[in-house]
């Protein structure tokens, strides 16, 4: 089965299961959906998992995504977060510290350049480099990671890395990782204003 949820009008897992109707190829039903439930048992998932919740519902429509990071974090215990950014958000990740600050959080911030492995030494070319003549530092989301779990931080917060560097961040964070901003530097890191505009402005998203 090939699940298609983005396409159901139903949405009948918003629904009672007695009185639900699913589609053909609805995932509701089936075994990986049932063997989910199983992580639930596990303490340390339920407990995000009823952060995430209540954090949901305690801001809905009112609390600013920063406003919510703050809040998971109080209902999870953690009182020291982690900014992984990109270098070229350094502004924004200082304001985002200067709050998390004031509100009574320790904070630990590392930039994507951490470490400066040489673009070439991993074996990329000058082709491969946005200044191909020059020095380039790698990105560098897994000394990212590496430093934020050497510091202790309980929750990590995302800040602009570009796509695939978020995705080996997220895969080597050694505590939970949410994410304040997504990178889009057409768009102001407002990604989704593409989809809003793919029949419009950005016509090519869908091939016209």
Same mark, same amino acid.
């Given at each position: 089965?090939?699940?298609?949820?983005?396409?159901?009008?139903?949405?009948?897992?918003?629904?009672?299961?007695?009185?639900?109707?699913?589609?053909?190829?609805?995932?509701?039903?089936?075994?990986?959906?049932?063997? !989910?439930? %199983? @992580?639930?048992?596990? =303490?340390?998932?339920? *407990?995000?998992? &009823? $952060?995430? #919740?209540? +954090?949901?519902?305690?801001?809905?429509?009112?609390?600013?995504?920063?406003?919510?990071?703050?809040?998971?974090?109080?209902?999870?215990?953690?009182?020291?977060?982690?900014?992984?950014?990109?270098?070229?958000?350094?502004?924004?990740?200082?304001?985002?510290?200067?709050?998390?600050?004031?509100?009574?959080?320790?904070?630990?911030?590392?930039?994507?350049?951490?470490?400066?492995?040489?673009?070439?030494?991993?074996?990329?070319?000058?082709?491969?480099?946005?200044?191909?003549? !020059?020095? %380039? @530092?790698?990105?560098? =989301?897994?000394?990212? *990671?590496?430093? &934020? $779990?050497? #510091?202790? +931080?309980?929750?990590?917060?995302?800040?602009?890395?570009?796509?695939?560097?978020?995705?080996?961040?997220?895969?080597?964070?050694?505590?939970?990782?949410?994410?304040?901003?997504?990178?889009?530097?057409?768009?102001?890191?407002?990604?989704?204003?593409?989809?809003?505009?793919?029949?419009?402005?950005?016509?090519?998203?869908?091939?016209?």
């Amino acid at each position: 089965m090939t699940p298609s949820c983005a396409r159901c009008r139903l949405q009948g897992c918003r629904e009672h299961p007695s009185t639900a109707r699913y589609p053909a190829n609805c995932p509701m039903e089936s075994e990986a959906a049932a063997r !989910s439930r %199983e @992580a639930y048992e596990d =303490p340390d998932t339920l *407990a995000l998992a &009823l $952060a995430a #919740a209540r +954090t949901e519902a305690g801001g809905y429509c009112r609390d600013t995504r920063v406003e919510e990071v703050m809040a998971l974090a109080r209902r999870l215990g953690v009182d020291h977060l982690g900014i992984a950014f990109c270098v070229g958000l350094v502004r924004e990740a200082g304001l985002l510290v200067d709050i998390l600050e004031h509100h009574g959080f320790r904070v630990s911030s590392v930039c994507c350049k951490v470490g400066s492995i040489d673009k070439e030494s991993v074996g990329l070319g000058p082709e491969d480099k946005l200044r191909p003549d !020059s020095y %380039e @530092a790698l990105c560098n =989301p897994v000394g990212q *990671a590496a430093v &934020l $779990a050497e #510091a202790g +931080t309980g929750l990590n917060v995302a800040v602009g890395l570009c796509v695939g560097h978020d995705t080996l961040f997220f895969q080597h964070s050694a505590a939970p990782v949410t994410v304040l901003v997504a990178k889009d530097r057409v768009l102001g890191h407002n990604p989704v204003a593409a989809l809003y505009t793919s029949r419009s402005y950005y016509r090519r998203l869908r091939g016209e």
